[in-house]
């Protein structure tokens, strides 16, 4: 092991005994013995108080751990609040309340960034820039700048060694998931693996400031005939995996109220301006910014719509909207049948599916929206409502589709602030169900089934090779078949616990038959002819009745310790 990588293994292990130590000190002690982690808990960590009891709610508790631990369980705890098909609603809604807001980092250090990126000093590449940040969040902070030609511009200045810490708790955390999945009963049923490289990939993506400048390019492409959005363009010439540089768009933050009615805007008219806007990019770009809260939009003149702050996008397929549009209408319409299609479609079952189950908790659901009209029904809450049944049925929805989820509950927080009249679904099911109905139109599946066929004659040219290696193999006895079911070993572990106390059961039947056997032969022989044998003399009967005892007492220990009678 060269100096390079001790020194990452030992970080990872420090890094490792903080974490069971945080998640120890917060009441999850039990996490910590699943994971066979306490040794790496000292004396001194288990003496402590645990913060449970100042703190009785897990969700709380969580979200104190996680903000104690770092930007990175920060950023975690920020995905999962997305993920009510993960965690319980209690746990999500107090992980929704993590800011991601630090201190600043000095302005020398950005000075350093700028050199190290740009290859020149600050002051050679800008014209002037501001000391002081307008934001500070834990991977980076925002400072407001103007180039040579006089140009108004944002720059984005990456925290100097936050990769660094994120690369080691994203390690970390992968050392974590692989446990979590061989030792928990969570781990059986979801691969945490696979969500913490989806976490991984995501945070690296974001820790690129180049992938969030492609971002705003792509969603400008989509808006650039729309003369009611705005998205700022970026400098490429200043602009790295560290430093961003953008346009600055000189407007009145939307959550301004007071100020934007000041200057005559309207707000119900800016409620559909931004609501069109986002269904736009939803339903016809199929990528979307992410994360619309009020203070990443801005009004400028004209009450055009400016979007700020592109590193959250979501990523929607054609399938996906799809089904996303389906189950809209379906609330709607009041569609049992479809909602669990729908469901089905998107959520990989992690247990086996009751379906019937499924069925009644969709109907219950609907039940709460029967007759209402469409300005009365937020769909934010019914999607929420949606994963909440995912969750209990043990359905995992895809990752993108519960960032949709999220950015739906946001959009419509922000459009009622606006204007409380204004309903998202009355918008969005006629677009909904035009969508729906060009789909069937017949250019539109020429079109579709011409984008297939491609596939279909690839298909048929390997058809007859694959077909050929598949009886080869049959016939020269390569060919493998393996199958598994889940609950086999369960099933075998419980019917030889019952095979055990069966077995038990008829020695001990056997053994009443031999005492009865003794009990009768000595008083058929009597006393007198008894006390000429050994056998007789030896007190058979109390050794016997104190076996029998035992082995019933045993018994009846061994069928209360299951649980079962």
């Known amino acids: 092991m060269n100096g390079t990588s001790f020194f990452t293994a030992y970080s990872r292990l420090g890094r490792l005994r903080e974490i069971v130590q945080v998640l120890f000190r917060y009441g999850f002690g039990y996490l910590v013995d699943q994971l066979d982690l306490k040794e790496l808990l000292s004396p001194f960590d288990r003496a402590r108080k645990v913060a449970e009891e100042e703190a009785p709610s897990r969700g709380v508790r969580l979200r104190r751990a996680l903000e104690d631990l770092g930007p990175t369980f920060v950023k975690l705890g920020q995905l999962l609040s997305t993920r009510p098909d993960l965690l319980p609603p209690d746990m999500v809604s107090e992980l929704a309340k993590l800011q991601d807001r630090v201190p600043p980092f000095p302005f020398a250090d950005v000075r350093q960034v700028v050199a190290a990126e740009l290859g020149q000093e600050l002051d050679e590449v800008f014209a002037s820039f501001d000391p002081e940040p307008v934001g500070s969040a834990s991977l980076g902070q925002v400072h407001r700048a103007a180039l040579p030609d006089g140009r108004r511009v944002v720059v984005k200045v990456q925290r100097p060694g936050v990769a660094r810490i994120i690369r080691t708790d994203l390690l970390v955390l992968a050392d974590l998931a692989r446990l979590a999945d061989r030792r928990t009963p969570w781990g059986r049923i979801y691969s945490f693996s696979d969500m913490v490289e989806e976490f991984s990939r995501s945070l690296n993506e974001e820790l690129d400031y180049t992938a969030e400048a492609r971002h705003a390019e792509r969603l400008a492409a989509a808006f650039r005939d729309d003369p009611d959005v ?297 006393p007198a002819a008894g006390a000429r044998s050994l056998l007789w003399r030896l007190p058979i009967l109390e050794l016997g009745f104190l076996t029998a005892g035992i082995m019933v007492g045993w018994l009846i220990w061994a069928i209360f310790r299951s649980g079962r009678i």
Do not use: C
């Open 230 to 526: 705005h998205i700022p363009s970026i400098h490429w010439e200043f602009t790295t995996t560290r430093l961003l540089t953008q346009e600055y768009l000189a407007g009145i933050k939307l959550e301004e109220h007071a100020a934007l009615q000041a200057a005559g805007y309207s707000l119900p008219r800016l409620a559909e301006k931004l609501t069109r806007a986002m269904l736009k990019q939803i339903l016809e770009a199929g990528y979307f910014h992410a994360d619309p809260h009020p203070g990443n939009i801005v009004v400028l003149p004209g009450e055009v719509i400016g979007f700020l702050d592109f590193g959250l996008v979501g990523y929607l397929s054609r399938e996906r909207k799809e089904t996303f549009l389906r189950l809209i209408l379906a609330v709607h319409r009041h569609q049992t049948d479809v909602l669990v299609q729908g469901l089905k479609e998107l959520g990989a079952a992690t247990v086996p599916l009751q379906e019937s189950e499924l069925r009644r908790d969709i109907e219950l659901l609907l039940d709460k929206y029967y007759g209402l009209p469409l300005a009365r029904i937020h769909l934010g809450q019914a999607i929420r409502e949606l994963m909440d049944v995912a969750f209990r049925h043990h359905l995992r929805l895809p990752a993108d589709f519960t960032l949709l989820a999220k950015t739906l509950l946001t959009l419509e927080g922000v459009i009622t602030g606006l204007n409380p009249k204004l309903s998202l679904l009355q918008i969005m099911e006629p677009i909904a169900r035009n969508y729906l109905r060009e789909r069937l139109a017949p250019r539109h599946l020429l079109a579709s089934a011409g984008e297939r066929l491609g596939e279909y004659i690839t298909l048929a040219e390997d058809l007859p090779r694959l077909l050929k290696n598949l009886l080869e193999q049959a016939t020269g006895g390569e060919l493998k078949l393996s199958w598994e079911l889940p609950e086999l070993e369960a099933s075998l572990r419980r019917l030889d616990r019952i095979s055990n106390r069966l077995s038990f059961s008829m020695v001990l039947l056997a053994f009443s038959i031999i005492m009865a056997s003794l009990i009768l032969g000595s008083a058929i022989i009597g």
